[in-house]
């Protein structure tokens, strides 16, 4: 599960990794609009909760907080990445799951293969890497790209892994 995390839109997206397979599985956005800043952190909390409830994912990884011009906006997605995380934490009696962290850079790196890619050509990767038709919200793509860049870190890592058992 991939979280792209946000004061006013937090994207989620689901995909199933099977060997070099990878599936789309679920996606969406959690839209708080103009809600108190508290009301917002509670409806983030809560639909992470029921979506790791309903999905149990054994991963779930999130894009890293980065400053950008306003450090008033740093700290409120700061606070609703902490609010996707308590839910993460609280719902350890459903599902156990490893916890991953990427820059925004990594993971268009990932999926776009550049770093600097916009909103529109991840979208775009996303769509072509999980073979999905139609338009996808751009929030729920960042998401999705979250968990595309995760399942590509996971396979390098046990490329790698072999690579070094053979060599032994």
């Known amino acids: 599960m991939g979280i792209d ?3 006013r839109v937090t994207g989620f997206g689901l995909i199933e990794v099977s060997g070099d ?13 103009k809600m108190p800043f508290n009301a917002r952190l509670e409806e ?13 994912p ?3 990884c999130l894009e890293k ?15 609703a990445r902490a609010a996707a ?25 990932a999926v776009a293969g550049y770093g600097a890619a916009d909103k529109q050509q991840v979208q775009i ?11 996808i ?6 998401a999705l790209a979250v968990a595309l860049c995760h399942a590509n870190s996971r396979r390098t890592a046990a490329l790698l892994a072999g690579h070094r058992e053979a060599v032994r």
């Open 137 to 142: 919200q751009a929030d729920a793509a960042d």
């Open 125 to 135: 990767m996303v769509r072509r890497l999980l073979a999905l038709s139609g338009d």
């Open 58 to 60: 054994g991963e779930i």
């Open 85 to 109: 995380l308590c839910a993460v934490f609280a719902n350890h009696a459903i599902v156990r799951p490893e916890l991953a962290e990427y820059s925004p850079r990594e993971i268009k790196q």
């Open 44 to 56: 983030i909390y809560s639909t992470v909760a029921g979506l790791i409830a309903k999905h149990t």
């Open 21 to 33: 397979q990878t599936k789309y599985q679920a996606s969406g956005c959690i839209r708080t609009g």
């Open 65 to 79: 907080i980065f400053m950008h011009r306003n450090a008033d906006s740093a700290l409120k997605l700061g606070h």
């Open 5 to 7: 995390p946000g004061s």
